[in-house]
């Protein structure tokens, strides 16, 4: 949302600069994504200046040149060759001088610099309107009064106003703040001043003309104003209107639907204009209905929803409530008679309405958040005061209004010994309930609970909770001391937290150089399964179901990157995946981890190293381990995968991708019941001895463990395999291991006795039970 700092000084006194305001409106909520210097002429006729032309005589090489003598006001008369027909002595006129840029109206800026032309050097250029973005004259050179000084610069001649546009990222709870008008509002709590709203003409409505108006949906519109104005002459803007919309990047598009937009963007309330003429019968709000449709401003045919809400007439729908006009119905330039709409439309009928067809007009932006439903006949008034100022426009009706059921103020109960508490401070109780009153929240009461009315145009303020937030906004979250001391008792229990144990897989995966992603939950029905939950109202085909699985969007992930020669990448991510059964829905949640490319490349210390299975394999031990479960879990958990050569062409990727999805829920159950013993610190030595051996390829690792954990019997610790070898001389289908084994007795340190016993133990149930030959 963009908001003038010109004209929000229309409201409230600022003496603070448009800096000084983005700062205090990011702090009190409204967050500032940046704030932008803006001219009311492209360039701001920067470095241009009064000249006076002396001499003027015929260029000697050129019939349609001239050679002029220039005084710019300081130095030397400059000579400046120029074209334009009418230039004549004694003029007064606008010079670019040497190294000052001009901004033309059409085309890219450009810097003037010393030229020869046909011979004759030139200082600069006597400039025609269009070339400086004054208006679009190209027939001669600006000829300014004889009574301007000559080197006044020409910026201040015309008065070349600047502002600064500053943009606001708008949450969806704030739609109060929407306008310039409600900025303002926070603006005043902060400050302590006061706001002042546009005036309003409050006199009486009339005429020969009537509409009759029914409001068949009160659900969907609760509040439904208007008046019919004749007299409209449509055309373009004055210069004051222009300038308000450019400044917040709107483009003028005639006197009516500017001013439409100009109040909009003030008050914050959606304004309609329909064509009278184009009305038969009059206005009717209602569901659309099964098979109609409407041609919208931007000529797309729309086929209606019967959750429609639309504006029609006798014949069909004029419009979509809130959210879009109809191409037959807008004002055009034969427009002669307009029936003004101002209204309240339910937010969750809009916004049902706005995503089914994809649109996000400035209108359907507000009424989604909701509108002010005390507005709209003030904003009536206010429209029609401006069009009697920029069109000629006069009353012609009585002023509709049906509102049949009032929607009152939001009203509830403050504990102020609550609200300190829950903020970690001591707000005095008068800073209270002035902040509130700034915010229009009236209060009642002497105690310390105090009875609040909230408007209804802040929805978001209806708890306690709420106006936590407000006060804390306004009097600001720098302001509350941070305590020096805390008192705690800690809990004893021990219990069982899947959040924290998420943190703790995902910070394991990120020290690794994992990468974590976040991928839609909605995707096209080309890359989900028979089984996917299509969505009733999808923004487009590309979200038109949930997903099934998290492996599509891992891989478009890993193509994008590779495709941008970021070509070794792991990641991982946790996310719901959904199917649907013959009479229900299913959600599972999942993380995935997956990679391509090379863990590391080759350098002076080591070999390059790709990620594989085994890798991978050995990652998910690893989350085994953090959430105290062993390695015989991974069997019911988790399912690799590899891509296929076809699956790798259709993304691009050149090398293999390697996949582990983990089931999250059943990893979660799993894990909340494992069991961990503490253990004393070790008191004695641990003993290790290495073996090597020679073993049938033909035996897992495992096996080999399994034996020689048995002969150690209670003091086995753990074995670590340093090295296997393969070689011919070793016998076909044999391989090499060497490997430590780690002992420990608890209650004494081992003795040579003891340890050769044992070792002796191991070899000989590695040659008996695995027919393992020992190298000695």
């Given at each position: 949302?963009?908001?003038?700092?010109?004209?929000?000084?229309?409201?409230?006194?600022?003496?603070e600069?448009?800096?000084?305001?983005?700062?205090?409106?990011?702090?009190?909520?409204?967050?500032?994504e940046?704030?932008?210097?803006?001219?009311?002429?492209?360039?701001?006729?920067?470095?241009?200046?009064?000249?006076?032309?002396?001499?003027?005589?015929?260029?000697?090489?050129?019939?349609?040149?001239?050679?002029?003598?220039?005084?710019?006001?300081?130095?030397?008369?400059?000579?400046?060759?120029?074209?334009?027909?009418?230039?004549?002595?004694?003029?007064?006129?606008?010079?670019?001088?040497?190294?000052?840029?001009?901004?033309?109206?059409?085309?890219?800026?450009?810097?003037?610099k010393?030229?020869?032309?046909?011979?004759?050097?030139?200082?600069?250029?006597?400039?025609?309107?269009?070339?400086?973005?004054?208006?679009?004259?190209?027939?001669?050179?600006?000829?300014?009064?004889?009574?301007?000084?000559?080197?006044?610069?020409?910026?201040?001649?015309?008065n070349?106003?600047?502002?600064?546009?500053?943009?606001?990222?708008?949450?969806?709870?704030?739609?109060?703040?929407?306008?310039?008008?409600g900025?303002?509002?926070?603006?005043?709590?902060?400050?302590?001043?006061?706001?002042?709203?546009?005036?309003?003409?409050?006199?009486?409505?009339?005429?020969?003309?009537?509409?009759?108006?029914?409001?068949?949906?009160?659900?969907?519109?609760p509040?439904?104003?208007?008046?019919?104005?004749?007299?409209v002459?449509?055309?373009?803007?004055?210069?004051?209107?222009?300038?308000?919309?450019?400044?917040?990047?709107?483009?003028?598009?005639?006197?009516?639907?500017?001013?439409?937009?100009?109040?909009?963007h003030?008050?914050?309330?959606?304004?309609?204009?329909?064509?009278?003429?184009?009305i038969?019968?009059?206005?009717?709000?209602?569901?659309?209905?099964?098979?109609?449709?409407?041609?919208?401003?931007?000529?797309?045919?729309?086929?209606?929803?019967?959750?429609?809400?639309?504006?029609?007439?006798?014949?069909?729908?004029?419009a979509?409530?809130?959210?879009?006009?109809?191409?037959?119905?807008?004002?055009?330039?034969?427009?002669?008679?307009?029936?003004?709409?101002?209204?309240?439309?339910?937010?969750?009928?809009?916004?049902?309405?706005?995503?089914?067809?994809?649109?996000?007009?400035?209108?359907?932006?507000?009424?989604?958040?909701?509108?002010?439903?005390?507005?709209?006949?003030?904003?009536?008034?206010?429209?029609?005061?401006?069009?009697?100022?920029?069109c000629?426009?006069?009353?012609?009706?009585?002023?509709?209004?049906?509102?049949?059921?009032?929607?009152?103020?939001?009203?509830f109960?403050?504990?102020?010994n609550?609200?300190?508490?829950?903020?970690?401070?001591?707000?005095?109780?008068?800073?209270?309930?002035?902040?509130?009153?700034?915010?229009?929240?009236?209060?009642?009461?002497?105690?310390?609970?105090?009875?609040?009315?909230?408007?209804?145009?802040?929805?978001?303020?209806?708890?306690?909770?709420?106006?936590?937030?407000?006060?804390?906004?306004?009097?600001?979250?720098?302001?509350?001391?941070?305590?020096?001391?805390?008192?705690?008792?800690?809990?004893?229990?021990?219990?069982?937290?899947?959040?924290?144990?998420?943190?703790?897989?995902?910070?394991?995966?990120?020290?690794?150089?994992?990468?974590?992603?976040?991928?839609?939950?909605?995707?096209?029905?080309?890359?989900?399964?028979?089984?996917?939950?299509?969505?009733?109202?999808?923004?487009?085909?590309?979200?038109?179901?949930?997903?099934?699985?998290?492996?599509?969007g891992?891989?478009?992930?890993?193509?994008?990157?590779?495709?941008?020669?970021?070509?070794?990448?792991?990641?991982?991510e946790?996310g719901?995946?959904?199917?649907?059964?013959?009479?229900?829905?299913?959600?599972?949640?999942?993380?995935?981890?997956?990679?391509?490319?090379?863990?590391?490349?080759?350098?002076?210390?080591?070999?390059?190293?790709?990620?594989?299975?085994?890798?991978?394999?050995?990652?998910?031990?690893?989350?085994?381990?953090?959430?105290?479960?062993d390695?015989?879990?991974?069997?019911?958990?988790?399912?690799?995968?590899?891509?296929s050569?076809?699956?790798?062409?259709?993304?691009?990727?050149?090398?293999?991708v390697?996949?582990?999805?983990?089931?999250?829920?059943?990893?979660?159950?799993?894990?909340?019941?494992?069991?961990?013993?503490?253990?004393?610190?070790?008191?004695?030595?641990?003993?290790?001895?290495?073996?090597?051996?020679?073993?049938?390829?033909?035996?897992?690792?495992?096996?080999?463990?399994?034996?020689?954990?048995?002969?150690?019997?209670?003091?086995?610790?753990?074995?670590?395999?340093?090295?296997?070898?393969?070689?011919?001389?070793?016998?076909?289908?044999?391989?090499?291991?060497?490997?430590?084994?780690?002992?420990?007795?608890?209650?004494?340190?081992?003795?040579?006795k003891?340890?050769?016993?044992?070792?002796?133990?191991?070899?000989?149930?590695?040659?008996?039970?695995?027919?393992?030959?020992?190298?000695?």
């Amino acid at each position: 949302m963009k908001i003038s700092y010109n004209w929000l000084k229309s409201f409230i006194e600022l003496k603070e600069g448009p800096h000084e305001v983005a700062a205090v409106l990011t702090q009190t909520g409204l967050e500032v994504e940046h704030v932008d210097e803006i001219e009311t002429i492209k360039g701001g006729l920067r470095d241009l200046v009064v000249g006076e032309v002396l001499e003027c005589e015929k260029h000697p090489n050129a019939d349609k040149l001239k050679l002029t003598k220039v005084d710019l006001g300081s130095g030397e008369p400059v000579q400046i060759v120029c074209g334009a027909p009418n230039v004549a002595q004694g003029q007064k006129v606008v010079v670019a001088p040497v190294n000052s840029t001009i901004h033309p109206l059409e085309g890219e800026p450009f810097q003037i610099k010393k030229a020869k032309i046909r011979g004759e050097v030139s200082f600069g250029m006597i400039c025609a309107e269009d070339e400086i973005g004054l208006g679009s004259d190209h027939d001669g050179i600006i000829i300014l009064p004889e009574n301007v000084k000559t080197g006044t610069l020409v910026s201040d001649h015309f008065n070349v106003g600047t502002d600064h546009c500053i943009e606001i990222g708008l949450t969806p709870n704030r739609g109060d703040a929407i306008s310039h008008f409600g900025v303002a509002r926070d603006l005043k709590a902060f400050y302590g001043r006061e706001t002042c709203f546009p005036t309003i003409d409050q006199s009486e409505f009339g005429g020969s003309a009537s509409m009759d108006i029914d409001i068949q949906d009160l659900d969907g519109c609760p509040r439904y104003a208007g008046v019919l104005l004749q007299n409209v002459h449509v055309g373009e803007s004055p210069d004051w209107l222009k300038d308000r919309l450019r400044s917040i990047g709107l483009s003028p598009i005639n006197n009516v639907v500017d001013v439409t937009n100009f109040v909009m963007h003030e008050i914050g309330q959606p304004i309609h204009a329909f064509d009278l003429d184009q009305i038969h019968g009059g206005i009717v709000v209602r569901r659309a209905k099964k098979g109609e449709k409407l041609t919208t401003l931007d000529d797309i045919v729309r086929e209606l929803d019967e959750q429609d809400l639309v504006i029609a007439d006798h014949k069909g729908p004029l419009a979509l409530a809130g959210v879009f006009g109809g191409i037959n119905s807008g004002v055009s330039n034969e427009t002669r008679s307009v029936f003004i709409e101002s209204a309240y439309f339910d937010p969750g009928t809009v916004r049902r309405t706005a995503k089914r067809f994809a649109l996000n007009t400035d209108a359907s932006f507000r009424y989604e958040r909701g509108t002010d439903p005390n507005l709209p006949v003030k904003a009536v008034r206010r429209i029609v005061q401006l069009l009697s100022e920029v069109c000629g426009a006069t009353v012609n009706s009585e002023l509709y209004d049906h509102y049949p059921k009032a929607i009152g103020n939001f009203e509830f109960e403050l504990d102020l010994n609550w609200l300190n508490t829950f903020c970690g401070t001591t707000f005095p109780r008068d800073k209270v309930i002035s902040i509130l009153n700034a915010l229009d929240i009236s209060t009642e009461g002497d105690s310390d609970t105090i009875q609040l009315s909230v408007p209804p145009y802040r929805p978001d303020v209806t708890r306690p909770v709420d106006v936590a937030e407000e006060v804390l906004r306004i009097y600001g979250y720098n302001e509350v001391e941070i305590p020096r001391r805390i008192s705690m008792t800690p809990a004893n229990a021990v219990h069982f937290d899947k959040h924290k144990l998420r943190n703790r897989v995902a910070d394991h995966l990120s020290s690794l150089g994992f990468l974590e992603i976040m991928n839609n939950s909605q995707t096209s029905e080309e890359k989900a399964s028979e089984s996917a939950v299509k969505i009733l109202n999808p923004l487009s085909n590309e979200y038109a179901v949930m997903r099934t699985d998290l492996i599509s969007g891992v891989v478009e992930s890993l193509s994008y990157n590779w495709k941008r020669k970021i070509q070794d990448i792991r990641v991982f991510e946790f996310g719901n995946v959904y199917s649907k059964t013959e009479d229900s829905y299913k959600e599972d949640e999942q993380l995935i981890i997956a990679g391509t490319g090379k863990l590391r490349e080759e350098n002076w210390y080591g070999t390059s190293e790709e990620f594989d299975y085994f890798y991978l394999s050995s990652m998910i031990d690893q989350l085994l381990d953090l959430s105290n479960m062993d390695s015989s879990a991974k069997e019911n958990l988790v399912e690799f995968g590899r891509l296929s050569k076809k699956q790798l062409k259709q993304y691009d990727i050149e090398s293999d991708v390697i996949y582990a999805v983990i089931d999250w829920k059943k990893w979660i159950r799993k894990a909340s019941k494992a069991r961990f013993e503490l253990q004393d610190v070790p008191k004695y030595p641990l003993v290790k001895r290495d073996i090597s051996a020679v073993i049938s390829s033909d035996t897992p690792f495992e096996s080999i463990e399994k034996v020689v954990q048995k002969a150690c019997g209670k003091y086995f610790k753990y074995l670590n395999c340093f090295d296997v070898f393969e070689d011919e001389k070793l016998g076909a289908g044999n391989k090499a291991y060497a490997f430590s084994v780690f002992m420990y007795d608890e209650e004494k340190t081992m003795n040579d006795k003891q340890i050769d016993k044992l070792f002796e133990k191991m070899l000989k149930a590695l040659e008996t039970e695995l027919n393992a030959s020992i190298r000695r």
